[in-house]
């Protein structure tokens, strides 16, 4: 082990100082800082304790290690770096700022310059917690167990180092090894402070003594005035120890109360102590070396002497307890600043005005000179001054520190008892202005008889006395001497008995000047129109002896005025809203200072039409988005224009403030950049406003001045973005590190992100690959070998991703062995593919073969392994035209393949049957044609039918068959054929309506001769035809009777086409055919006669024709012929000669007396009424 060196080496040690550090942070103004990813810069501030937000994390589960980086303090984090800009500069070893972090047990640890070890490689770490790692990463100088805590490796560190310690906790030896081989456990350790005023260098030494001879080396007192001796050997309890402290450079040492200057020891001063069992710790300070020059004038020195006079000595000075070991608050910091201190302090304070007020008549007075003098005077048995001189001379110094560090007034020199002497003041507010300056005087009441001295601010004056009465008139030279300060009056009294008595101080002031405005200040003033009425437009600016404090302004005429004045700021405005410009309004400002002392001020306002405006862009940044990233921060500049309305000069810019989420997080007041000729200006850049931008939204307000008055201003909001994005996540689509085709899955990218694609074949870059098209289109033809990919995102603020995830692969493109496919049965012919088996035989395999089935040219079906495609092509009515591909894949998905095409038939066709249906309807399905057709039969099949719905099935020959008369139900008719291979069609032809097979011809009923008038007209009906069938229809046979004849085909009527005028026979052939087809003939013989009836042919006649109903036909009175019909008829004549033609009906006739009936040679039905 080596180079590892420690200031604090013991857990004791650090608690003590986390203690009393502790009491400071108390006293400063706590600043959480948010922790955020990445790095963000803190500058260190006087007066601020910074910690760190411990709900941002479990202290618990996470690590942390603070380091010591020159002046920095570096605090990491698991995702980020809290970097503290100058800490260990700034904050230093006074703890004027801190740096507060959390521990693992919810408290705090604060971080100080004097607790750290350091590491191999040369890292000071000041602080760390969580796992052993965080430590054991950063070098190897330092391994420790597991559960091994700061304090724990402080311990470690401390023994390792051992025998390099480079400095002790509190300062070092710098003299030669003084001989004694006594080790360190075997000597006796001194620890002490130095306390003059604050201590502000490192060349005072301190030394230890006994009976004159030196026991140990001289030990440095640090910068905090601290110190720790080693004395050579062990010295037992009681022994009596003189400590010498001494300077060994001219430089400044400590901070003067009196002058409250730095300012260098001139003599040695010394502490006297008795050496304690449990340590010794020990004060060096004017008031011990006071108390040992007391002690050293006499010539046994004991113990009891020794604490007496230190106890005395404190006791005189307002001290409750021993001046050696009591604590001391001192008045100053080392900056100057007034403390709160306590009374050791104050007394100290009163030394240093003591040795002031003594050097301003003897330069050559020395610090150990005036201590001198106080002992000399010093009674320690009564434990009073006795020197009335000294004594007044400490109470004016007294009074002089009081006022000056504005401490509770103090008078502890005031041990003579006498009628105490009494100070009035003419003038009754103690201040004394221009007015009072020639005639105030000083009274006072005293003794009668005693003389009196007055000490004004530290110079003696005589005052006249009058009986119990005293005076001092104050004269020019008096009032120029003190003008302008606050002094302190103390008035000494003799009386006759030399008794010694000292007033209480009376503080006055003198201030006769007046106040004094800052002509730096315009007094001529533009303002724009519309201004708020809350906006200054002079901030009137005094001052007087105390810099302005106490000043009251006023307006003359304030009444009538258009303004108004702030009494305590001076802050000027308008008193109702200025809408229209204008010029000249005035205003007269009176400063009035305490002491009464005033002085005037005139301004003139104008209203003018103006304003200010300006632009804010960003410069040197990778776009124009307001996005602002990592690298732009790097270079980022701001600039504008600046837009004028109205007559403005003097344009400047007063500040660059920053907010965030609407809170001023860093503002520009100074150094702030110049407004040019062309009114535009450009904030360069630097880091150090550029450090204070994390994360987060942002508004710019640039505020800008002109002629002093106008004010105006400009504004940008932006992001800052300095989080690099997540990395991509990149896999092989199939996993592994082996692809066909190097398909990757990619992470989902942020929006508005850009992404970029690094390849590498082997070791050399692909300079073609650029983004993912590229990258697709190169692998699609790229080369069998191992590739490296990088995929790097970038955000739009331009931060990119952080390169840590290649994706290593190889590429396999060379695809598995052809499988080899056969039908494992061709059935029927060989060679035809068509099959009623479906399995398939696959070979030449060396992995399961996928199927993928297409079946009459459709979609393809899911892809299936061998088992599921033996089961789906031997299920039902899988019959069809197939096309299987046979798929191979290797593991990187390499396919090969191959196709078989068949036809699987497992079931007969469905035959056919049709007949011919005959008759006057062809869609009646009655017919007379048996023959029933039989079609869609297969190559080589047989074929069945059945008559009687599948009872019974006969083989049928040829393509048809004979149906035999009859009528058949729906079903009744079945035909179905067998295969070759014997399979009978599941599906079989039925009739599916009724169907009649009729061949019989209809039989005439109606008679086969008849007789007919002569010159019957050509619409009488000379015949009717009749059959068995009401379906029938009538046709003549053949053309030449269709000459003479017309016949109804429906009806059956039989007419001559033109009236017979002669008798005659004639023989026509009817034919009547049913609605199936069947024919029957009938031959009528007609015969024309004469009855004589034929003058009613050629008259009109009226005629009355029945037809084929039952009719009634009634007559006139007039002649008539009644033909009957088909039907049953009543022919009734009504007078007239009528005759009547009977038809093929039972008809009757009915006649009267009035009647000349003439009948037809049609015999009648013999109802003759």
């Known amino acids: 082990?080596?180079?590892?060196?420690?200031?604090?080496?013991?857990?004791?040690?650090?608690?003590?100082?986390?203690?009393?550090?502790?009491?400071?942070?108390?006293?400063?103004?706590?600043?959480?800082?948010?922790?955020?990813?990445?790095?963000?810069?803190?500058?260190?501030?006087?007066?601020?304790?910074?910690?760190?937000?411990?709900?941002?994390?479990?202290?618990?589960?996470?690590?942390?290690?603070?380091?010591?980086?020159?002046?920095?303090?570096?605090?990491?984090?698991?995702?980020?770096?809290?970097?503290?800009?100058?800490?260990?500069?700034?904050?230093?070893?006074?703890?004027?700022?801190?740096?507060?972090?959390?521990?693992?047990?919810?408290?705090?640890?604060?971080?100080?310059?004097?607790?750290?070890?350091?590491?191999?490689?040369?890292?000071?770490?000041?602080?760390?917690?969580?796992?052993?790692?965080?430590?054991?990463?950063?070098?190897?100088?330092?391994?420790?167990?597991?559960?091994?805590?700061?304090?724990?490796?402080?311990?470690?560190?401390?023994?390792?180092?051992?025998?390099?310690?480079?400095?002790?906790?509190?300062?070092?030896?710098?003299?030669?090894?003084?001989?004694?081989?006594?080790?360190?456990?075997?000597?006796?350790?001194?620890?002490?402070?130095?306390?003059?005023?604050?201590?502000?260098?490192?060349?005072?030494?301190?030394?230890?003594?006994?009976?004159?001879?030196?026991?140990?080396?001289?030990?440095?007192?640090?910068?905090?005035?601290?110190?720790?001796?080693?004395?050579?050997?062990?010295?037992?309890?009681?022994?009596?120890?003189?400590?010498?402290?001494?300077?060994?450079?001219?430089?400044?040492?400590?901070?003067?109360?009196?002058?409250?200057?730095?300012?260098?020891?001139?003599?040695?001063?010394?502490?006297?102590?008795?050496?304690?069992?449990?340590?010794?710790?020990?004060?060096?300070?004017?008031?011990?070396?006071?108390?040992?020059?007391?002690?050293?004038?006499?010539?046994?020195?004991?113990?009891?002497?020794?604490?007496?006079?230190?106890?005395?000595?404190?006791?005189?000075?307002?001290?409750?307890?021993?001046?050696?070991?009591?604590?001391?608050?001192?008045?100053?910091?080392?900056?100057?600043?007034?403390?709160?201190?306590?009374?050791?302090?104050?007394?100290?304070?009163?030394?240093?005005?003591?040795?002031?007020?003594?050097?301003?008549?003897?330069?050559?007075?020395?610090?150990?000179?005036?201590?001198?003098?106080?002992?000399?005077?010093?009674?320690?048995?009564?434990?009073?001054?006795?020197?009335?001189?000294?004594?007044?001379?400490?109470?004016?110094?007294?009074?002089?520190?009081?006022?000056?560090?504005?401490?509770?007034?103090?008078?502890?020199?005031?041990?003579?008892?006498?009628?105490?002497?009494?100070?009035?003041?003419?003038?009754?507010?103690?201040?004394?202005?221009?007015?009072?300056?020639?005639n105030t005087s000083i009274t006072g009441t005293v003794k009668a008889g005693s003389t009196v001295v007055l000490s004004i601010n530290g110079r003696d004056k005589n005052a006249s006395v009058s009986g119990a009465t005293w005076r001092y008139t104050l004269t020019n030279a008096d009032i120029t001497a003190i003008e302008g300060e606050t002094i302190s009056i103390i008035a000494t009294a003799t009386d006759a008995n030399k008794k010694v008595t000292i007033s209480d101080t009376r503080v006055i002031t003198i201030d006769t000047i007046a106040p004094t405005f800052d002509l730096s200040l315009p007094t001529t003033i533009n303002i724009a129109t519309n201004t708020p009425i809350t906006t200054s437009v002079y901030n009137a600016q005094a001052t007087n002896l105390e810099g302005g404090n106490g000043i009251i302004y006023s307006l003359k005429e304030a009444a009538s005025s258009k303004f108004k004045i702030n009494a305590d700021t001076g802050k000027v405005t308008y008193k109702?809203?200025?809408?229209?410009?204008?010029?000249?309004?005035?205003?007269?400002?009176?400063?009035?200072?305490?002491?009464?002392?005033?002085?005037?001020?005139?301004?003139?306002?104008?209203?003018?039409?103006?304003?200010?405006?300006?632009?804010?862009?960003?410069?040197?940044?990778?776009?124009?988005?307001?996005?602002?990233?990592?690298?732009?921060?790097?270079?980022?500049?701001?600039?504008?224009?600046?837009?004028?309305?109205?007559?403005?000069?003097?344009?400047?810019?007063?500040?660059?403030?920053?907010?965030?989420?609407?809170?001023?997080?860093?503002?520009?007041?100074?150094?702030?950049?110049?407004?040019?000729?062309?009114?535009?200006?450009?904030?360069?850049?630097?880091?150090?406003?550029?450090?204070?931008?994390?994360?987060?939204?942002?508004?710019?307000?640039?505020?800008?001045?002109?002629?002093?008055?106008?004010?105006?201003?400009?504004?940008?909001?932006?992001?800052?973005?300095?989080?690099?994005?997540?990395?991509?996540?990149?896999?092989?689509?199939?996993?592994?590190?082996?692809?066909?085709?190097?398909?990757?899955?990619?992470?989902?990218?942020?929006?508005?992100?850009t992404r970029a694609y690094h390849l590498k074949k082997g070791n050399s870059k692909v300079a073609s690959v650029t983004d993912e098209t590229t990258y697709t289109a190169y692998m699609a033809n790229a080369d069998e070998t191992t590739y490296l990919l990088t995929i790097i995102d970038t955000d739009n603020a331009g931060n990119a991703s952080i390169n840590n995830n290649t994706l290593a692969f190889t590429l396999d493109t060379t695809p598995p062995n052809s499988p080899i496919v056969i039908l494992q049965e061709d059935s029927g012919l060989m060679g035809d593919n068509i099959t009623n088996n479906g399995r398939l035989l696959v070979s030449n395999v060396s992995t399961e073969a996928t199927f993928i089935v297409t079946k009459n040219n459709g979609v393809p079906l899911a892809a299936m392994t061998k088992e599921e495609y033996t089961a789906y092509i031997t299920g039902r009515n899988r019959d069809g035209d197939y096309s299987v591909e046979i798929a191979v894949k290797d593991a990187v998905g390499n396919t090969s393949n191959a196709i078989i095409k068949f036809t699987l038939d497992t079931d007969v066709w469905a035959p056919t049957f049709s007949f011919t249906d005959t008759g006057s309807s062809n869609s009646d399905r009655i017919t007379n044609n048996g023959t029933i057709t039989i079609g869609n039969l297969e190559s080589g099949s047989t074929w069945q039918y059945s008559t009687n719905a599948g009872t019974n099935f006969v083989s049928g020959e040829n393509n048809s068959f004979m149906l035999n008369e009859g009528t058949y139900e729906i079903n009744d008719i079945q035909v179905r054929q067998v295969d070759t291979t014997g399979n009978t069609s599941s599906n079989i032809a039925t009739n599916t309506s009724l169907l009649i097979m009729d061949t019989t011809a209809p039989l005439f009923t109606s008679a086969a001769a008849i007789n007919v008038e002569i010159n019957t007209a050509i619409s009488d009906t000379i015949y009717t035809a009749k059959t068995n069938d009401d379906l029938t229809s009538y046709f003549l046979k053949d053309e030449n009777q269709g000459k003479k004849f017309t016949i109804g085909s429906d009806s059956g009527i039989l007419r001559y086409v033109h009236k017979q005028t002669q008798k005659g026979e004639h023989q026509v052939t009817i034919i009547a055919i049913d609605i199936a087809g069947n024919e029957a003939e009938k031959v009528v013989h007609v015969s024309v006669i004469d009855t004589g009836l034929s003058p009613f042919h050629t008259n009109t006649t009226p005629v009355l024709n029945g037809d084929d109903n039952d009719n009634t036909l009634i007559g006139s009175l007039a002649n008539e012929l009644f033909v009957a019909g088909l039907g049953d008829d009543t022919l009734i004549g009504n007078g007239g000669t009528d005759v009547f033609n009977a038809g093929a009906g039972d008809d009757t006739i009915v006649i009267n007396d009035d009647n000349l009936a003439k009948l037809s040679s049609n015999p009648l039905s013999g109802n003759l009424l």
């Open 1 to 438: 082990m080596k180079n590892i060196q420690t200031k604090v080496t013991a857990q004791k040690q650090i608690t003590t100082l986390q203690n009393k550090v502790q009491k400071v942070a108390d006293n400063l103004n706590k600043e959480v800082i948010t922790i955020a990813k990445g790095i963000q810069h803190i500058q260190t501030q006087v007066g601020v304790v910074y910690q760190l937000n411990t709900k941002d994390f479990d202290a618990k589960k996470l690590g942390l290690i603070a380091k010591k980086i020159g002046d920095d303090l570096e605090v990491a984090l698991e995702e980020g770096v809290v970097i503290f800009d100058d800490y260990f500069e700034v904050c230093s070893t006074d703890v004027s700022c801190l740096v507060s972090l959390p521990t693992e047990d919810g408290g705090l640890y604060h971080v100080v310059a004097d607790a750290f070890f350091t590491l191999e490689d040369g890292t000071q770490v000041v602080y760390f917690y969580g796992e052993q790692s965080i430590i054991s990463t950063e070098s190897s100088a330092i391994r420790m167990s597991n559960n091994k805590g700061f304090y724990d490796t402080m311990e470690i560190a401390s023994a390792i180092a051992l025998i390099t310690i480079a400095v002790s906790a509190t300062g070092g030896n710098d003299d030669s090894d003084d001989g004694d081989d006594a080790s360190d456990g075997d000597r006796t350790l001194i620890t002490g402070d130095v306390n003059l005023g604050t201590v502000t260098g490192r060349s005072l030494k301190v030394q230890a003594f006994v009976n004159g001879t030196a026991i140990s080396g001289k030990f440095i007192v640090d910068a905090s005035g601290k110190f720790t001796i080693t004395l050579n050997k062990s010295y037992n309890q009681n022994a009596i120890v003189t400590l010498k402290l001494t300077d060994t450079t001219d430089t400044a040492d400590y901070i003067d109360e009196a002058s409250g200057v730095a300012k260098d020891l001139n003599s040695d001063l010394q502490a006297i102590v008795i050496i304690q069992s449990s340590g010794t710790k020990v004060n060096i300070t004017p008031l011990t070396d006071i108390a040992a020059k007391i002690i050293i004038k006499e010539t046994n020195i004991t113990k009891e002497l020794v604490i007496n006079a230190n106890i005395q000595v404190g006791k005189i000075f307002g001290i409750s307890g021993n001046v050696t070991t009591k604590e001391v608050k001192t008045v100053l910091n080392k900056e100057g600043v007034i403390t709160t201190s306590n009374a050791y302090g104050q007394a100290l304070a009163v030394i240093s005005q003591f040795e002031k007020d003594a050097q301003a008549s003897d330069a050559t007075i020395k610090t150990s000179d005036t201590n001198k003098k106080i002992a000399d005077s010093i009674s320690i048995n009564y434990g009073i001054i006795t020197n009335n001189g000294i004594r007044v001379k400490l109470r004016v110094a007294e009074v002089a520190t009081d006022i000056k560090y504005k401490i509770t007034s103090n008078d502890h020199f005031n041990n003579i008892q006498a009628t105490k002497i009494m100070i009035k003041l003419v003038t009754t507010d103690n201040i004394i202005n221009f007015s009072e300056k020639d």
């Open 576 to 753: 109702t809203l200025q809408t229209s410009a204008h010029n000249n309004d005035t205003a007269t400002i009176i400063a009035t200072d305490n002491a009464g002392n005033t002085t005037e001020q005139l301004i003139t306002v104008s209203v003018q039409d103006i304003g200010l405006t300006t632009s804010v862009v960003w410069g040197n940044i990778s776009n124009n988005d307001n996005i602002i990233g990592t690298n732009d921060l790097t270079t980022a500049t701001l600039s504008g224009t600046v837009f004028v309305t109205g007559a403005v000069d003097s344009i400047s810019i007063t500040s660059i403030i920053f907010k965030k989420n609407g809170n001023t997080v860093y503002g520009i007041n100074t150094n702030l950049p110049n407004v040019d000729n062309n009114n535009t200006w450009t904030l360069t850049h630097g880091s150090t406003w550029t450090s204070k931008l994390i994360n987060g939204d942002y508004t710019i307000v640039v505020n800008l001045s002109g002629n002093r008055t106008i004010e105006g201003s400009g504004t940008l909001t932006t992001t800052i973005d300095t989080i690099a994005p997540t990395q991509p996540t990149v896999t092989l689509t199939n996993g592994g590190d082996v692809t066909k085709d190097g398909a990757i899955i990619v992470s989902d990218l942020e929006p508005n992100g």
